[in-house]
């Protein structure tokens, strides 16, 4: 069988006799030749006449695009005054999958970065391409840690907002979060304006990501632009100084101050208390952060009595000599009694306003219909958004005139039932200020002063209830305190229980709006004090003499002329003719 084996040969097989088709063998290498030389086309191709292709592959092994961050606009005061600007930081990231740190490493980056071991070991073990470990911090520590050369971990550059005035400016600047974009004031409000467009760069890095080289500048960056305010940096420090001695002195919960340029509408001052630094926000609650002026609401209480006698005025039912029996000191309208502070017998209406008679506003207010009423304090702007742009600004409330009943028209006129916010009783004062018309209210610098304004009483009506306002602050007045030495200045004072649960607390609210100096009308500035607390809570004794701080500093600031000769300071003498006169409620 072996033998057999031997004997045997592939030659038999008969497959191997049939000859193959001569054309088979021409085909394949045909086929190969012809794949080969496609092949070497496409090579070609790609290569020689359509490069850009592999080029992006392979630049996409060590090039990259960055963005380049813009700068974000400064923001100054009307003198040009820097109150914020941003300045560059560096913030520290990380590739989690290169940055493969030993223990050592891990304790020394912690340690320079002022962060727990086990935090930073926490960010470090996330499956994303792309980690923050800290933003914004220093140059000179970024260089620190970047001296480390740790492996995976880089720094870029950002900016950080700064600003100098600190609490005094906060509720009016806000401030920017960590991406520099506005959360809160005018950095939010504007925005659009302030937020520059940022850029991109084309380099070359390394296996480590380091860039070795820049290649071109693809987009430069656009800066945001430059927002001047209104805001005059020296009087928004007087009102922030005087509200907070004020704060202190009394007690309170809270607090406003509102300086307005009664020639062009600009807001030179806004404070409110309690406030913040918008540098160090670590400790930053939500009683601080409220912008009272804007967003919180209160009954304005007597300060709206000067609009009812405007309105007797304006439509003839009185003239600033007509009597008004107030005696005696109560009234009852249906169910209800309203009554003064003080009984008065016989006022005139400009008396009305200088002693702040409940009975003889309230008389005025109802010889006139509901809905002749309700024009009047809508055209004069409340119950209806100044539409500043500022963040969470109210409109106030002012009910329907088909909804009032006699009682509720009643209290109206001495400013319960009705709410407004500091800034729009500031804003509504300018009819008295401006005789008899408003101009938009603005938080942006003016080059020139509005032309034409909306009118609500005659120059007639608005000079007559100035001249009221002026004996406010005389003796006999409920705020002689108010009184600037060296100018003449008018105002009224406000004294407001507070709603708490739908019914009056013993809280109260103290106010006080006032114009100056009364012959040329420069500025109007109006204070709220919310829930003084030790002892006192009467507008003339608690918000009166802020307004006198504040607008004497004011008017100096602006170089606005005395119009009073300066008179010596008197000791008031003991005795009832003495004692100051209470506003009522």
């Known amino acids: 069988m072996t033998k057999a084996k031997k004997g045997v040969t592939f030659n038999h097989n008969p497959l191997l006799r049939s000859e193959l088709p ?9 086929c190969l030749l012809g794949g080969s030389m496609a092949l070497v086309g496409r090579a070609a191709y790609l290569q020689g006449v359509n490069d850009q292709f592999l080029q992006a592959k392979g630049e996409s092994r060590y090039a990259r695009v960055l963005a380049v961050p813009a700068t974000r606009g400064k923001i100054t005061d009307r003198q040009g005054d820097v109150l914020a600007v941003s300045s560059p930081v560096k913030s520290i990231w990380a590739i989690p999958e290169d940055a493969r740190l030993t223990p050592a490493q891990t304790r020394q980056l912690a340690a320079l970065l002022e962060m727990e071991v086990g935090e ?126 004020a704060m202190t002195d009394h007690k309170a919960k809270a607090g406003g101050v509102v300086v307005l340029d009664a020639k062009t509408g600009e807001i030179l001052a806004l404070a409110n208390a309690p406030t913040y630094n918008p540098n160090n926000r670590v400790k930053l609650t939500g009683d601080q952060l409220r912008n009272r002026a804007l967003t919180d609401t209160f009954e304005p209480g007597s300060t709206m009595k000067p609009f009812t006698a405007a309105m007797a005025l304006e439509n003839g039912k009185v003239t600033a000599n007509t009597i008004i029996n107030c005696a005696p000191g109560r009234m009852t309208i249906g169910s209800a009694t309203i009554s003064d502070a003080h009984p008065h017998g016989a006022l005139t209406v400009a008396q009305v306003i200088q002693k702040s008679s409940n009975i003889g506003a309230a008389k005025m207010a109802l010889s006139f219909p509901p809905e002749t009423m309700w024009k009047m304090l809508d055209d004069a702007g409340f119950g209806a958004p100044l539409k500043l742009g500022f963040p969470g600004e109210v409109s106030g409330r002012l009910r329907p005139a088909k909804t009032w009943r006699p009682i509720e028209q009643a209290t109206m006129s001495y400013g319960h039932g009705m709410s407004v916010s500091l800034m729009q009783i500031a804003n509504a004062y300018q009819v008295f200020a401006r ?94 004090i919310d829930e003084p607390s ?37 000791v008031a003498r003991q005795g009832v003719n003495a004692a100051p006169v209470r506003e009522s409620m």
């Open 22 to 30: 001569a054309w088979r063998p021409r085909f394949v290498l045909l």
């Open 120 to 245: 930073l070991n926490q960010k470090l073990a996330t499956d994303k391409d792309f980690v923050y470990i800290k933003r914004q911090v220093s140059p000179e520590l970024a260089d620190r840690v970047a001296a480390l050369k740790l492996p995976g971990v880089h720094d870029q550059r950002e900016f950080r907002r700064f600003y100098p005035g600190g609490d005094v400016m906060a509720h009016v600047l806000g401030f920017t979060g960590v991406d520099d974009k506005g959360q809160e004031g005018i950095e939010l409000a504007f925005e659009s304006q302030l937020a520059g467009k940022p850029g991109s760069r084309r380099v070359v890095k390394d296996r480590r990501g380091n860039v070795v080289e820049d290649v071109q500048s693809i987009r430069p960056p656009q800066d945001g632009r430059e927002v001047a305010l209104s805001v005059d940096n020296k009087i928004q420090y007087l009102a922030h100084a005087a509200l907070k001695q």
């Open 435 to 528: 005789d008899g018309d408003m101009v938009p209210l603005s938080l942006s610098r003016l080059d020139a002063p509005p032309v034409h304004g909306s009118r609500v009483f005659s120059p007639q009506t608005a000079r007559e209830v100035r001249q009221m306002l002026e004996l406010v602050v005389q003796q006999g007045g409920t705020a002689p305190q108010a009184a600037v030495p060296g100018y003449r200045v008018g105002g009224k004072t406000g004294t407001a229980m507070k709603l708490v649960g739908g019914h009056y607390a013993h809280k109260y609210v103290a106010s006080f709006v006032g114009i100056a100096p009364i012959s040329d009308p420069r500025l109007v500035v109006a204070v709220m």
């Open 534 to 570: 030790n002892g006192k809570h009467y507008g003339g004794d608690v918000a009166a003499p802020i307004f006198a701080q504040v607008t004497g500093g004011a008017l100096r600031t602006l170089g606005v002329a005395p119009d009073a000769p300066l008179k010596p300071l008197q």
